[in-house]
């Protein structure tokens, strides 16, 4: 059994008051953070209070290698991490694919053991839950995938009582502004790359401490070795931003751009690449001739090869499409900052139909020299490049065997206890 002090969850519920407050003054007034926390603290505090009387009864113990613990359980159907989980299994690695419930969800299964140490209500039901996750399934390496989870701390210390370890897998870049990056209590933290690596460094604010590893994406695969592109095939490939970006007026503003430029070229083919939770409302009612929907079956690979240029505004798979070698043209009408400094590598932001024309047509006579303006941009996003499914997957194996990987540590700070 590991080291642990006989205070460690007093400690850790401790640091995560201290957090939560300093997390609330950076973007509230006094009065309005104290508010807010008033709110939290009752809110958890019931929750730790109905937990205490909904402890499991008995567990099924699942004993696992590796657990993979969604953020919800919508995640699980969307289905993106099917070839990192079929590559685990041929790689002989016994796994679980589960998610993290509601807290009505939680205490009506009960599914709450009593910690192994006392620990104040107001965190009672999230460090219970986390035991009883830990005690069912047993894993040797339990992977994380939601940002700025309250559960990950108590998650750490129950796997780490028992020897087994917390893998943080992220599941797209680092570099945006979510308070939710602040939180850092992992045993490893997988990253896509170096922009990842330096945004993390960049905040004011983190919790906790973890080994960052550059194992690149494990959504990524050989499957985006894709040949070069034909610049005189004319078609674009236009990816799609999150839903709940999409009903913003600055990012139907964008679509409406490049609609109406297609509308003016139809020698031009526009395929667009919706996000995977969006339901493409805004091309349902408004969508040119030459422009195609492509249906959520359809990889983002397949229609990577398929295209000749990309339209990005602002999504990861704009890493992707750079490193399949697609020449990339930068189209936001919104006023949100371009976290992917897509502006440094591709230009500056083409916000006209004219500007578009001429990106287009300098892209189309100078292609090569914007393949590899694409190339760059993917070095500096995605650490791995095709080969990130492969090492991410073999770095696992290794902590499985009980090895320590290289990293950087990321230590926490700014806000005192």
């Given at each position: 059994?590991?080291?642990?002090?006989?205070?460690?969850?007093?400690?850790?519920?401790?640091a995560?008051?201290?957090?939560r407050?300093?997390?609330?003054?950076?973007?509230?007034s006094y009065?309005?953070a104290?508010?807010?926390?008033?709110?939290?603290?009752?809110?958890d505090?019931?929750?730790?209070?109905r937990?205490?009387?909904?402890?499991?009864?008995?567990i099924?113990?699942?004993?696992?290698?590796f657990?993979?613990l969604?953020?919800?359980?919508?995640v699980?159907g969307?289905?993106?991490?099917?070839?990192?989980l079929?590559k685990?299994?041929?790689c002989?690695?016994?796994?679980?694919e589960?998610?993290?419930?509601e807290v009505?969800?939680?205490l009506t299964?009960?599914?709450?053991?009593?910690?192994?140490?006392a620990?104040?209500?107001?965190?009672?039901?999230?460090?219970?839950?986390?035991?009883w996750?830990?005690?069912?399934?047993?894993?040797?390496?339990?992977?994380?995938d939601?940002?700025?989870s309250?559960?990950?701390p108590?998650?750490?210390?129950?796997?780490?009582?028992r020897?087994s370890?917390l893998?943080?897998?992220?599941?797209?870049?680092t570099v945006?502004?979510?308070?939710?990056?602040s939180m850092?209590?992992?045993d490893?933290?997988?990253?896509?790359?170096?922009s990842?690596l330096?945004?993390?460094?960049?905040r004011?604010?983190m919790?906790?401490?973890?080994?960052?590893?550059?194992?690149?994406s494990h959504m990524v695969?050989?499957s985006?070795?894709i040949?070069?592109?034909?610049?005189?095939?004319?078609t674009?490939?236009l990816?799609?931003v999150g839903p709940?970006?999409?009903?913003?007026?600055?990012?139907?503003?964008?679509?409406?751009?490049v609609r109406?430029w297609?509308?003016?070229?139809p020698?031009?083919t526009?395929?667009i690449?919706?996000?995977?939770?969006?339901?493409?409302?805004f091309?349902?009612?408004?969508i040119g001739?030459?422009?195609?929907?492509l249906?959520?079956?359809e990889s983002?690979?397949?229609?990577?090869?398929?295209s000749?240029?990309?339209?990005?505004?602002?999504?990861?798979?704009?890493?992707?499409?750079?490193?399949?070698?697609?020449p990339?043209?930068h189209?936001n009408?919104?006023?949100?900052?371009d976290i992917?400094?897509?502006?440094?590598?591709?230009?500056g932001?083409a916000?006209t139909i004219e500007l578009?024309?001429?990106?287009?047509?300098?892209?189309?006579?100078?292609?090569?020299?914007?393949?590899?303006?694409?190339?760059m941009?993917?070095?500096y996003?995605l650490?791995q490049?095709?080969d990130?499914l492969?090492?991410?997957l073999?770095?696992?194996?290794a902590?499985?065997?009980?090895?320590v990987l290289e990293?950087?540590?990321?230590?926490?700070?700014?806000?005192?206890?």
């Open positions: 059994m590991a080291n642990i002090s006989a205070r460690a969850w007093k400690d850790k519920a401790q995560l008051d201290h957090y407050w300093a997390l609330l003054r950076e973007q509230y009065l309005g104290l508010i807010r926390y008033a709110r939290d603290y009752l809110r505090c019931i929750f730790g209070f937990a205490r009387g909904r402890l499991a009864k008995a099924n113990v699942i004993e696992q290698d657990v993979l969604q953020s919800a359980p919508k699980i969307f289905q993106r991490k099917k070839a990192f079929e685990l299994s041929a002989g690695g016994h796994f679980i589960t998610a993290l419930e009505n969800t939680i299964k009960r599914l709450l053991i009593d910690p192994p140490q620990v104040p209500l107001r965190y009672y039901g999230y460090a219970a839950h986390a035991e996750l830990v005690a069912v399934f047993n894993p040797k390496i339990l992977l994380n939601r940002n700025g309250l559960f990950s108590f998650l750490r210390l129950s796997l780490n009582r020897n370890l893998v943080h897998l992220a599941h797209a870049t945006e502004s979510s308070k939710r990056l850092n209590d992992y490893y933290y997988f990253l896509f790359g170096k990842s330096e945004a993390l460094r960049r004011k604010l919790f906790g401490t973890s080994c960052a590893v550059l194992s690149g695969d050989m985006y070795d040949p070069a592109a034909d610049p005189t095939l004319r674009i490939l990816l799609g709940d970006k999409e009903k913003e007026p600055g990012y139907q503003k964008s679509y409406e751009l109406q297609a509308a003016r070229h020698e031009y526009v395929l690449k919706l996000h995977p939770r969006s339901k493409g409302t091309w349902q009612e408004s001739d030459n422009m195609r929907v249906p959520h079956t983002l690979a397949g229609a990577l090869r398929i000749s240029l990309v339209i990005s505004i602002i999504s990861n798979a704009v890493i992707e499409a750079a490193l399949a070698g697609r990339v043209i189209v009408l919104s006023r949100d900052w992917f400094e897509q502006a440094h590598f591709f230009g932001c916000n578009l024309d001429e990106r287009i047509a300098d892209i189309e006579s100078e292609y090569a020299s914007h393949v590899c303006e694409s190339r941009f993917a070095d996003h650490s490049g095709v990130g492969n090492r991410t073999g770095m696992l194996l902590l499985q065997k009980g090895e990293g950087e540590m990321l230590e926490e700070r700014g806000f005192f206890r």
